[in-house]
C-alpha cells in the first residue's frame, strides 16, 4: 500500500475553492458542515487549504472569469485519484447567475455548469444545499479515494 494510500487511512482532506456567488454555500460548508453541530470530521474529513495535501475539491459558486482559469490550476494540482464536488445549484447550472452564461465571444460573466470546466463526480443540488446533503456527498467520494494504489 502506497503511502498516500496509507495517509488515507487516516484522514481525507477537503478543499473548499468559491468561484463567485452569494457566499450562502461557502456559509453553509465552513459554518455548519465543518461545525461541531454537523461534525464532517467524525468521518475523518478534514478542511485543507492547500491543494496538494487536498483529496476532495469542493466547489461552490457559478464560476466567475476571474476564477475559471485559477480553479483549473488548482484541480491539476491536487493529486490522482481525487473526488470532485460541485455544491451548490451556482456550480450546478447558474442558478440566479444562469442568464449571465455565455461564451468567450460575449464578455461572459459566468462559465456554468462546472462540469465545462474540470471534471465533476458528485453534484449536490440546492440553493444552498443541506449540511446533511453536502456530508453525504463528501462522504461517497471517499471510495474512489480509497480505491488508490
Ligand atoms: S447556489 Fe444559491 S446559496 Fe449557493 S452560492 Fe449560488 S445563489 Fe448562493
Same mark, same amino acid.
Given at each position: 500500500?502506497?503511502l498516500?494510500?496509507?495517509a488515507?487511512?487516516?484522514a481525507?482532506? &477537503?478543499l473548499?475553492?468559491?468561484?463567485?456567488?452569494?457566499?450562502?454555500?461557502?456559509?453553509?460548508?465552513?459554518?455548519a458542515?465543518?461545525?461541531?453541530?454537523?461534525d464532517?470530521e467524525?468521518?475523518?474529513?478534514?478542511?485543507t487549504?492547500?491543494p496538494?495535501?487536498? *483529496?476532495?475539491?469542493?466547489?461552490?459558486?457559478?464560476?466567475?472569469?476571474?476564477?475559471?482559469? #485559477?480553479?483549473?490550476?488548482?484541480?491539476?494540482?491536487?493529486?490522482?485519484?481525487?473526488?470532485?464536488?460541485?455544491?451548490?445549484?451556482?456550480?450546478?447550472?447558474?442558478?440566479?447567475?444562469?442568464?449571465?452564461?455565455?461564451?468567450i465571444?460575449?464578455?461572459?460573466?459566468?462559465?456554468?455548469?462546472?462540469?465545462?470546466?474540470i471534471?465533476? *463526480?458528485?453534484?449536490v443540488?440546492?440553493? #444552498?444545499p443541506?449540511?446533511? *446533503?453536502?456530508?453525504? &456527498? &463528501?462522504?461517497?467520494?471517499?471510495p474512489?479515494l480509497? &480505491?488508490? #494504489?
Amino acid at each position: 500500500m502506497g503511502l498516500k494510500a496509507t495517509a488515507r487511512k487516516n484522514a481525507i482532506h &477537503a478543499l473548499l475553492v468559491y468561484s463567485g456567488g452569494c457566499n450562502g454555500c461557502d456559509i453553509e460548508v465552513v459554518n455548519a458542515v465543518f461545525s461541531p453541530r454537523y461534525d464532517i470530521e467524525q468521518y475523518r474529513i478534514l478542511l485543507t487549504w492547500n491543494p496538494r495535501e487536498a *483529496d476532495v475539491l469542493i466547489v461552490t459558486g457559478a464560476i466567475t472569469w476571474a476564477m475559471k482559469e #485559477p480553479l483549473q490550476r488548482i484541480y491539476e494540482l491536487i493529486p490522482e485519484p481525487k473526488a470532485v464536488l460541485a455544491v451548490g445549484s451556482c456550480a450546478i447550472n447558474g442558478c440566479v447567475f444562469r442568464n449571465l452564461v455565455g461564451d468567450i465571444k460575449h464578455n461572459p460573466e459566468v462559465f456554468a455548469p462546472l462540469e465545462k470546466i474540470i471534471p465533476v *463526480d458528485i453534484k449536490v443540488p440546492g440553493c #444552498p444545499p443541506r449540511p446533511e *446533503d453536502i456530508i453525504m &456527498a &463528501a462522504v461517497k467520494g471517499v471510495p474512489k479515494l480509497m &480505491a488508490a #494504489p
